[in-house]
């Protein structure tokens, strides 16, 4: 099956910096990406939905400023938490489409942050 | 908008038993339905799905999940559970033809396989 790889699979980051996920599909081209966040013994929640070459489309209640994702490539996609704090501690996870009527979400394996 | 109820947040069974874990689901339109299972740590992996044609899917270890139109479910089964399968197993529906990929996960189940 396709395979999407997630990095980093763990980040400890101080309060107030950046940090960038990166999602890559390695053995297919990615139309869209998708960026998911998981909370402490609770579902996954999407943020929002990146097609390559356009601009995100974020949920409602996710702040644009503070969670910043780029498709610039069509096989990568990058999270940016911007000026990271206590309360973005989570498991992030993305995943990956080529298009299609019937085509699956192909998920990375997750990176857990976690802001000291 | 759809959302995904799983109505046991926890199911501990013994190994060589039967499970069921349930998910119920609403939608205002035609709808795709997942199984995902998660281990400690790892990503989510699909496990199962359902897409069009026989209600009853299948998957390569023993799992199957049956779409019920009717009663808006979508539960999984397993006739005889392994220690292996304990894990946090996932629900999820994209809306047809217009939104693949994009999922609404349900709570979550964990299930814990005892010896």
């Known amino acids: 099956g396709a395979v999407v790889s997630q990095h980093p699979s763990r980040v400890i980051c101080k309060s107030g910096t950046s940090v960038k996920i990166e999602c890559r599909s390695l053995d297919f081209q990615a139309t869209t990406m998708f960026w998911y966040r998981q909370f402490p013994k609770k579902s996954l929640m999407l943020m929002a939905t990146s097609n390559e070459g356009s601009k995100a489309t974020y949920e409602q209640g996710v702040e644009k400023d503070k969670f910043l994702i780029n498709h610039a490539s069509l096989t990568l996609s990058t999270l940016t938490v911007t000026s990271a704090h206590p309360e973005d501690s989570s498991f992030y996870i993305c995943?990956?489409?080529?298009?299609?009527?019937?085509?699956?979400?192909?998920f990375g394996q997750g990176t857990r942050l976690t802001v000291v | 908008a759809q959302s995904v109820t799983q109505l046991d947040s926890q199911v501990p069974v013994f190994e060589e038993a039967p499970v069921e874990l349930r998910c119920n689901y609403s939608s205002s339109v035609s709808v795709y339905l997942f199984w995902y299972v998660q281990y400690p740590n790892q990503g989510l992996q699909l496990l199962l799905k359902?897409?069009?044609?026989?209600?009853l899917v299948e998957s390569i270890n023993g799992f199957e999940a049956e779409f019920n139109k009717s009663q808006t479910s979508f539960h999984l089964r397993k006739p005889s559970v392994h220690i292996s399968d304990t894990a946090e197993y996932f629900c999820?529906?994209?809306?047809?033809?217009?939104?693949?990929?994009?999922?609404?996960f349900g709570q979550g189940t964990i299930l814990t396989v005892h010896p």
């Open positions: 359902y897409l069009s044609g026989s209600t």
């Open positions: 995943s990956a489409t080529y298009g299609g009527m019937n085509t699956e979400a192909f």
């Open positions: 999820a529906v994209s809306e047809g033809l217009t939104s693949y990929g994009k999922l609404t």
